[in-house]
C-alpha cells in the first residue's frame, strides 16, 4: 500500500520527502520546502514535478512505497498572474488547482463548507467572523419594492392598495430629497453670514439659525412620515397573505435575503417581487427557492434560540436577528443548517470583513481542505499538496504561524479522515518559513551557497546562507559602503552614522571622525 511518497526527481533536483525525523517534528507526513530567487524556477520546478507525478512515465524518476491507485494531487497558488494548472495537465491521479480565480474572494464559494471556514477562522484566532446583528429594514425593502414596480412593471400590475401605497412612498422620497436641499442651503447661508469679513448682524445670524434649525425638524417629520409609509406597504403585503404570524416574519426574512442575492439585478429584483406579492409564480425553481429559504430561516432562527446563541425580535424599523455562530455550532447547530443559512447569506462569514491577509490565509486552507474532502469521497487516501506562495500578504508574525497551522489544520483532517497520508510541498521566499524546516527538506534553486541554514536558525544566518541574500536593504548597504570609502568624514557624515541601528557598523565609522 502506498504510504507515502519517499522523493520527488526532476532533471537534476530531488525532493526528499520521507525524512525518519520529521515525524518526531510535525503532525503531517512530510512538510517540504523550495527556495531560490526570482526567476529560478521554483514555480517550473513543482509544475513539472506536479506533471510527471500526475502521469507516471518510465521516464520519471520517483520513490515510491507502492501502487498509486489511491493517490490524489492538490496545488494551490496565492501569486498573481498564474496559469490555472487545471487546464494545463493532462492527468491519470486526480488532481485540482483550487488557487483564487481572481482578487475577489466571495465567501458564498464557501457556502456548502461554512463549518470549515469557521473552524479555520477559530483556528486562526480571529473575530472578524463573529456575528453582528443582521437588520430588515422596512422601509429598505418597500423602496425595493416601488423600484421594481416604477421601473419594470405597470402600476395596473399590482394591486390598487399596493401601487397607491407606493406613490405616496415615491412622494416622500421626492420630499426628503426637497427638504434636504433646503437643508444645505440654510446651512450654507448660516455659513455666509459667519465667513464675511469685518462685523456681522446678530439678527441676520439668528434668523439663518431659525431656518436651519427649522429645515432639521421638517427633515425629521418627512423621515418619519417616509419610513411609516415603507412600514406600512410591509404590513400590507404580509396581511395580504393572511393573519399575521410566525411564519409570515420567516416568508418576508427569506424574501429580504432573497433580495440581497438579487442586488446586481434589477430586473430579477422586479420578477421575483412581483411574483411574491402577486402569487403568480411563473418560475417554480423560484417559488422552490422561496419556500426552501423561508423553510432554512425558520429553522435556523429556532436552533439559535434553542442553543441560546441569539435571538430573533421585531422593532419599529423592522426585523432583527442576532448571533454568534461559533456558540450555536459549539451546541449542536447541524453542517446542513449552518450551509443553508450561508446560501442565504443569513451567516456572513467574513471575507467583506477580513484584513487582505485574513482573507487569503482563510481562503487558502478552506480551499485545500474542501479538496481534500472531495476526493476522500473518491476513495483516495493519500495526498500531495503542493502550495506556492502560500505566505504571500502575511505579516511577519504569521509568517512565522504559518507552517505550525498548516500542519496543525491539515493532519486534523488526515486523522479525522483516516487518511494514510498528506505531504506538503511550499515553494516561498520567506526565512521565517525556512526556519521551521528541517535542513534535508529544503530544496535551493539558483547558485549554491557554502551552506543551508535553516531549522532553528537565526534569520540572519537563513537569510545570508539559504538566500544568498545580505541581511540589510540596498540603500543602507550603499550608504554605509560610501561612508567607509571615505577617508575623512564631517559633521554631515556623522549624522548619518548616528542613524545605523547596528552598534558595531556605527562605532567602526565613528573611529574615523575621530581620527
Given at each position: ?468 541574500t545580505p541581511a540589510i536593504g540596498a540603500i543602507a548597504e550603499a550608504t ?36
Amino acid at each position: 500500500m502506498l504510504e507515502q511518497i519517499r522523493s520527488l526527481r526532476d532533471s537534476k533536483f530531488l525532493i526528499k520527502l520521507k525524512n525518519p525525523i520529521s515525524r518526531e517534528i510535525y503532525q503531517l507526513d512530510s512538510v517540504n520546502l523550495i527556495i531560490g530567487d526570482n526567476g529560478t524556477g521554483k514555480t517550473r520546478l513543482m509544475k513539472s514535478v506536479m506533471r510527471d507525478l500526475c502521469t507516471p512515465t518510465a521516464e520519471a524518476e520517483y520513490s515510491i512505497d507502492g501502487p498509486t491507485e489511491d493517490l490524489a494531487v492538490i496545488y494551490y497558488t496565492a501569486a498573481p498572474f498564474h496559469r490555472r494548472m487545471q487546464d494545463a495537465l493532462r492527468t491519470t491521479i486526480p488532481f485540482m488547482d483550487v488557487s483564487p480565480r481572481s482578487s475577489h474572494l466571495d465567501v458564498r464559494n464557501f457556502a456548502h463548507d461554512a463549518k470549515e471556514f469557521l473552524t479555520i477562522a477559530r483556528l486562526l484566532d480571529l473575530d472578524s467572523f463573529r456575528e453582528r446583528p443582521l437588520n430588515f429594514d422596512f422601509a429598505e425593502f418597500f423602496e425595493k419594492v416601488v423600484n421594481s414596480l416604477f421601473n419594470e412593471y405597470s402600476p395596473d400590475a399590482f394591486p390598487n392598495w399596493l401601487s397607491s401605497t407606493a406613490h405616496e412612498f415615491r412622494d416622500s422620497i421626492d420630499t426628503l430629497q426637497k427638504y434636504e436641499l433646503d437643508r444645505r442651503q440654510a446651512y450654507n447661508m448660516e455659513h455666509s453670514i459667519v465667513d464675511q469679513n469685518g462685523p456681522y448682524q446678530l439678527i441676520q445670524l439668528k434668523e439663518a439659525e431659525q431656518t436651519v434649525a427649522q429645515m432639521n425638524s421638517e427633515m425629521a417629520r418627512a423621515a418619519d412620515a417616509h419610513f411609516k409609509i415603507g412600514k406600512l406597504g410591509v404590513s400590507r403585503i404580509l396581511s395580504a397573505r393572511g393573519p399575521r404570524s410566525y411564519d409570515q416574519a420567516c416568508q418576508w426574512v427569506a424574501v429580504c435575503c432573497i433580495m440581497r442575492n438579487f442586488s446586481a439585478s434589477r430586473t430579477r429584483q422586479a420578477s421575483f417581487i412581483h411574483q411574491f406579492i402577486t402569487e403568480q409564480w411563473v418560475n417554480s425553481n423560484l417559488r422552490n427557492w422561496f419556500v426552501h429559504a423561508t423553510e432554512s430561516i425558520e429553522n435556523f432562527i429556532y436552533a439559535i434560540e434553542k442553543t441560546q446563541a441569539g435571538k430573533f425580535s421585531w422593532s419599529e424599523k423592522g426585523a432583527s436577528l442576532t448571533f454568534d455562530l461559533s456558540k450555536a455550532i459549539d451546541r449542536g447547530m447541524s453542517e446542513d443548517l449552518l450551509n443553508r443559512a450561508a446560501k442565504l447569506g443569513l451567516t456572513d462569514l467574513g471575507f467583506n470583513k477580513f484584513s487582505s491577509g485574513e482573507a487569503a490565509i482563510t481562503h487558502q486552507l478552506a480551499s485545500i481542505s474542501r479538496a481534500i474532502h472531495q476526493f476522500e469521497k473518491r476513495g483516495k487516501r493519500n495526498f500531495v499538496v503542493f502550495i506556492d506562495e502560500g505566505d504571500l500578504l502575511l505579516h511577519l508574525n504569521w509568517q512565522r504561524q504559518y507552517l505550525a497551522v498548516l500542519d496543525e489544520r491539515l493532519s486534523t483532517i488526515r486523522d479525522k479522515l483516516s487518511l494514510k497520508s498528506i505531504q506538503v510541498i511550499v515553494a516561498t521566499h520567506s526565512p521565517l518559513l525556512a526556519s521551521d524546516v528541517l535542513r534535508e527538506s529544503i530544496t535551493r534553486l539558483g547558485e549554491a551557497t557554502t551552506q543551508t541554514n535553516s531549522f532553528a536558525a537565526p534569520l540572519q544566518k537563513i537569510v545570508n546562507y539559504s538566500f544568498g541574500t545580505p541581511a540589510i536593504g540596498a540603500i543602507a548597504e550603499a550608504t554605509i559602503d560610501k561612508l567607509q570609502a571615505k577617508t575623512v568624514l564631517d559633521s554631515t557624515d556623522e549624522l548619518i552614522i548616528n542613524e545605523i541601528d547596528d552598534d558595531f557598523v556605527r562605532q567602526f565609522l565613528l573611529k574615523k571622525t575621530r581620527q
